[in-house]
């Protein structure tokens, strides 16, 4: 019976997730061969959405755009809220996020709506297997997707409705001050996304300017500027900052 539910007769290369054996069994798929060479493993194009997210729209257009282009390469969608093994196997804090899989392994990585970036991994990762001489990224970069630094900065903002810009990750924070407001808010029980700034300098210089806030973490609810970690403790001791926090963001 369970034979019935995986989309393998399909002809469509993207595959709205409804089942998480349609996504194991494409991983699991065995390479070809070219004369001696070694079984290379495809690579399989993962990306996380939520309805409720906007920039999830513009990301998810350029995905289908991809999949028309790389016609031999999976393109999977998955709602990370209906698939939670799956986006904690993969540590998705926040969406959009997209995936470059090969088996076990990820060989590629995009958190947030960043266009040009998702091109440019998608590319490298894919080309070669679809029979594409590799593209500079600003070759295949669609002009209309190109967005300026506050519109990027923006989505960021957005990509959930807590959201923290710390150094490091959540689980593994990178300075005291991060690893302080990552504990306040896992204490009090708030899903949160968060972005590294140590991976990318223009967005770690931008956002101060952005937010008028000199210094990390900062940290946003609904899009919203509540400030670092003396400020944040201040509004849990008081119990204001529970009060801000959008009921699906508050783990039960």
Request: aromatic fraction near 8%; include cysteine; hydrophobic fraction near 40%.
């Given at each position: 019976?369970?034979?019935?539910?995986?989309?393998?007769?399909?002809?469509?290369?993207?595959?709205?997730?409804?089942?998480?054996?349609?996504?194991?069994?494409?991983?699991?798929?065995?390479?070809?061969?070219?004369?001696?060479?070694?079984?290379?493993?495809?690579?399989?194009?993962?990306?996380?959405?939520?309805?409720?997210?906007?920039?999830?729209?513009?990301?998810?257009?350029?995905?289908?755009?991809?999949?028309?282009?790389?016609?031999?390469?999976?393109?999977?969608?998955?709602?990370?809220?209906?698939?939670?093994?799956?986006?904690?196997?993969?540590?998705?804090?926040?969406?959009?996020?997209?995936?470059?899989?090969?088996?076990?392994?990820?060989?590629?990585?995009?958190?947030?709506?960043?266009?040009?970036?998702?091109?440019?991994?998608?590319?490298?990762?894919?080309?070669?297997?679809?029979?594409?001489?590799?593209?500079?990224?600003?070759?295949?970069?669609?002009?209309?997707?190109?967005?300026?630094?506050?519109?990027?900065?923006?989505?960021?903002?957005?990509?959930?409705?807590?959201?923290?810009?710390?150094?490091?990750?959540?689980?593994?924070?990178?300075?005291?001050?991060?690893?302080?407001?990552?504990?306040?808010?896992?204490?009090?029980?708030?899903?949160?996304?968060?972005?590294?700034?140590?991976?990318?300098?223009?967005?770690?210089?931008?956002?101060?300017?952005?937010?008028?806030?000199?210094?990390?973490?900062?940290?946003?609810?609904?899009?919203?500027?509540?400030?670092?970690?003396?400020?944040?403790?201040?509004?849990?001791?008081?119990?204001?900052?529970?009060?801000?926090?959008?009921?699906?963001a508050v783990a039960k």
């Open positions: 019976m369970s034979s019935e539910v995986v989309v393998s007769k399909s002809k469509s290369n993207v595959i709205q997730l409804q089942d998480e054996s349609e996504l194991r069994g494409t991983l699991e798929v065995k390479g070809q061969t070219a004369g001696n060479a070694a079984k290379v493993s495809p690579v399989v194009v993962i990306y996380f959405w939520a309805d409720w997210a906007e920039q999830c729209k513009q990301v998810e257009s350029v995905i289908d755009d991809l999949a028309k282009k790389y016609t031999k390469t999976q393109f999977f969608k998955v709602e990370a809220e209906n698939f939670e093994d799956i986006s904690e196997a993969y540590e998705i804090s926040a969406v959009p996020t997209v995936i470059l899989a090969q088996k076990a392994k990820i060989v590629g990585r995009v958190d947030g709506a960043n266009i040009s970036e998702i091109v440019k991994k998608v590319a490298e990762a894919c080309a070669a297997a679809n029979g594409i001489k590799s593209e500079p990224s600003s070759a295949v970069e669609p002009a209309e997707f190109q967005p300026d630094l506050n519109t990027r900065l923006k989505g960021l903002i957005e990509r959930a409705p807590v959201m923290v810009f710390i150094k490091g990750t959540a689980a593994q924070p990178r300075c005291g001050f991060s690893k302080k407001i990552v504990g306040m808010l896992n204490e009090q029980n708030i899903k949160y996304g968060y972005f590294d700034i140590l991976t990318d300098e223009q967005v770690r210089q931008g956002l101060k300017e952005y937010s008028d806030w000199p210094t990390y973490p900062q940290l946003y609810i609904s899009g919203e500027l509540v400030g670092g970690v003396d400020i944040v403790a201040e509004m849990i001791e008081s119990g204001d900052l529970i009060g801000m926090v959008p009921a699906e």
